[in-house]
């Protein structure tokens, strides 16, 4: 096996994919049943066994197997000597197990502050003015330092939100009470599809995803998706968050040698499927832009138009299974697959989509200069792990035996949002009951107090007083006056 490729199958020659262009990103379409999961699995094997750590999504639940070696069968040693793979072997491969739900791998968390406005409001499928006081909830969150970590946080945020809108309309803009309530009933709906378990910490540290074994194989970072489809918004994502996390944290490579992790994300209509315009264009510009941090995407789907076209203008490696053409639309999806590769004069490769078997692929991936190669029809290799679902005893000693183990598998509830709004308001409601106690205590004060008149009479006594001051005061103003006259005339 080269040293600087990854094996993917025989054709009228041997079909490598180059580790220093894998970060140029892929694309694996093929109808269901054609072989598109034993390619990821293949493909993960042999980066692996290069050193490159891998992400991949089991989306059925038979992509685990790749933690074990396959078993030996005779159908598997006829494809491997066809193409003359003639060091072909049985192995597992180093595995992390993860699971949003935390029942099938380490739990996989992060914080509401680091999922962001815009992601969570693709969750919740809210509205513009709803995405809108979503986006004031986290301004206010920032400059009042309130950490978001999990929904509790969130919701009681939007609580004391709809208390101040007064407060807060000329600084951040309106809040309306009956928006912030769609929003907790979106929240709610959530909670009811487990996503509370997504939220908290500790937070996935992304480094975690690009681990090595001490004799240099990369690590295959499984996560548990057969469940997590049921929510298929939250799975995409989940997996558009961790896509833009690596893109914000991973330094500036350039073009490495070798990736530093490979992305696969299965099912990817899902990240496309009613996403607004705005939306795919920073998905656009993440694919774009996350080459340079050495991170390789690879879009697996059943059809290439399942991909909006400035995506799918970045995958230079591409792998194409069978597809059928009964419908126009097929029909169309056939054509556009076919006039995405570097034709081959041998063939016609619109022909030959629709009449690929199992196992069978069109297969054009970059060559030295990152020009496309011209495409061959190609017999994929056989894994060396097992195909199919690893056994329940083996995914818990793997778990166990996981060098992440004990970092995730508890969960912490640190003060938070939370907690400090809380106390906010407890001081609130104390304020209120002693201003109105003190207001009860002077109301009280001014019932006991006895009653005087306004005016009170003088006795003659005081008159003649009070008369012989004013007639004296009138005297002596006069003497001042004329002696200040006097001196003048002078």
Same mark, same amino acid.
């Given at each position: +096996?080269?040293?600087?490729?990854?094996?993917?199958? %025989?054709?009228?020659?041997?079909?490598?994919?180059?580790?220093?262009?894998?970060?140029?990103? %892929?694309?694996?379409?093929?109808?269901?049943?054609?072989?598109?999961?034993?390619?990821?699995?293949?493909?993960?094997?042999?980066?692996?066994?290069?050193?490159?750590?891998?992400?991949? !999504?089991?989306?059925?639940?038979?992509?685990?197997?790749?933690?074990?070696?396959?078993?030996?069968?005779?159908?598997?040693?006829?494809?491997?000597?066809?193409?003359?793979?003639?060091?072909?072997?049985?192995?597992?491969?180093?595995?992390?197990?993860?699971?949003?739900?935390?029942?099938?791998?380490?739990?996989?968390?992060?914080? *509401?502050?680091?999922?962001?406005?815009?992601?969570?409001?693709?969750?919740?499928?809210?509205?513009?003015?709803?995405?809108?006081?979503?986006?004031?909830?986290?301004?206010?969150?920032?400059?009042?330092?309130?950490?978001?970590?999990?929904?509790?946080?969130?919701?009681?945020?939007?609580?004391?939100? &709809?208390?101040?809108?007064?407060?807060?309309?000329?600084?951040?803009?309106?809040?309306?009470?009956?928006?912030?309530?769609?929003?907790?009933?979106?929240?709610?709906?959530?909670?009811?599809?487990?996503?509370?378990?997504?939220?908290?910490?500790?937070?996935?540290?992304?480094?975690?995803? +690009?681990?090595?074994?001490?004799?240099?194989?990369?690590?295959?970072?499984?996560?548990? !998706?057969?469940?997590? +489809?049921?929510?298929?918004?939250?799975?995409?994502?989940?997996?558009?968050?961790?896509?833009?996390?690596?893109?914000?944290?991973?330094?500036?490579?350039?073009?490495?040698?070798?990736?530093?992790?490979?992305?696969?994300?299965?099912?990817?209509?899902?990240?496309?499927?009613?996403?607004?315009?705005?939306?795919?264009?920073?998905?656009?510009?993440?694919?774009?832009?996350?080459?340079?941090?050495?991170?390789?995407?690879?879009?697996?789907?059943?059809?290439?138009?399942?991909?909006?076209?400035?995506?799918? %203008?970045?995958?230079?490696?591409? *792998?194409?299974? !069978?597809?059928?053409?009964?419908?126009?639309?097929?029909?169309?999806?056939?054509?556009?697959?076919?006039?995405?590769?570097?034709?081959?004069? &041998?063939?016609?490769?619109?022909?030959?989509?629709?009449?690929?078997?199992?196992?069978?692929?069109?297969?054009?991936?970059?060559?030295?200069?990152?020009?496309? @190669? +011209?495409?061959?029809?190609?017999? *994929?290799?056989?894994? @060396?792990?097992?195909?199919?679902?690893?056994?329940?005893?083996?995914?818990?000693?793997?778990?166990?035996?996981?060098?992440?183990?004990?970092?995730?598998?508890?969960?912490?509830?640190?003060?938070?949002?939370?907690?400090?709004?809380?106390?906010?308001?407890?001081?609130?409601?104390?304020? !209120?009951?002693?201003?109105?106690?003190?207001?009860?205590?002077?109301?009280?004060?001014?019932?006991?107090?006895?009653?005087?008149?306004?005016?009170?009479?003088?006795?003659?006594?005081?008159?003649?007083?009070?008369?012989?001051?004013?007639?004296?005061?009138?005297?002596?103003?006069?003497?001042?006056?004329?002696?200040?006259?006097?001196?003048?005339?002078?």
């Amino acid at each position: +096996m080269s040293d600087d490729a990854v094996f993917i199958g %025989g054709s009228t020659k041997r079909e490598e994919l180059l580790l220093k262009l894998a970060n140029r990103h %892929g694309l694996i379409t093929g109808a269901t049943g054609t072989g598109k999961t034993v390619t990821l699995q293949i493909l993960a094997e042999g980066f692996s066994e290069m050193g490159v750590p891998v992400f991949a !999504a089991d989306v059925k639940g038979d992509l685990s197997g790749i933690a074990q070696p396959g078993e030996p069968k005779d159908f598997l040693f006829k494809r491997a000597k066809k193409i003359n793979f003639d060091d072909y072997g049985f192995d597992g491969f180093p595995t992390i197990f993860w699971d949003l739900f935390g029942k099938k791998g380490h739990p996989v968390r992060t914080t *509401i502050s680091e999922m962001g406005p815009l992601l969570l409001s693709r969750l919740m499928n809210l509205t513009e003015a709803q995405e809108g006081a979503l986006n004031i909830a986290f301004r206010i969150a920032d400059d009042e330092g309130l950490l978001l970590l999990d929904l509790k946080d969130l919701r009681a945020l939007l609580s004391d939100l &709809a208390e101040r809108g007064k407060e807060i309309a000329s600084e951040y803009g309106n809040v309306n009470k009956r928006t912030i309530g769609a929003i907790q009933r979106r929240l709610l709906v959530m909670e009811e599809q487990g996503t509370e378990h997504f939220f908290g910490e500790p937070a996935l540290d992304i480094r975690d995803l +690009m681990r090595t074994t001490r004799n240099g194989k990369g690590y295959i970072n499984i996560l548990a !998706a057969d469940d997590l +489809m049921q929510s298929p918004q939250l799975y995409a994502t989940f997996l558009l968050w961790l896509l833009s996390e690596l893109f914000e944290e991973l330094p500036e490579v350039g073009d490495p040698e070798r990736p530093k992790l490979v992305f696969f994300f299965d099912e990817a209509h899902l990240l496309f499927d009613d996403a607004p315009k705005g939306l795919i264009n920073t998905i656009e510009q993440v694919v774009r832009l996350i080459r340079s941090k050495g991170v390789g995407v690879y879009f697996v789907t059943q059809n290439p138009l399942d991909v909006p076209d400035d995506v799918l %203008g970045q995958l230079g490696n591409r *792998i194409q299974h !069978a597809l059928r053409a009964f419908t126009p639309r097929d029909q169309k999806a056939v054509r556009a697959a076919a006039q995405t590769f570097r034709q081959n004069p &041998a063939f016609d490769t619109e022909e030959v989509i629709t009449q690929l078997g199992v196992g069978e692929a069109l297969v054009s991936t970059l060559g030295g200069k990152g020009v496309p @190669s +011209m495409v061959e029809r190609t017999l *994929i290799r056989p894994p @060396s792990s097992r195909m199919g679902p690893i056994d329940e005893d083996a995914r818990r000693a793997a778990i166990k035996n996981s060098p992440v183990y004990g970092l995730y598998d508890e969960d912490v509830d640190r003060e938070s949002a939370y907690e400090i709004l809380e106390k906010r308001a407890e001081q609130r409601a104390k304020a !209120a009951e002693a201003a109105k106690q003190q207001a009860e205590r002077e109301k009280a004060a001014k019932k006991a107090a006895p009653r005087r008149s306004g005016r009170t009479r003088q006795t003659a006594t005081e008159r003649f007083v009070k008369n012989m001051a004013s007639s004296v005061g009138r005297q002596l103003g006069r003497a001042v006056i004329r002696g200040l006259l006097g001196s003048f005339l002078r």
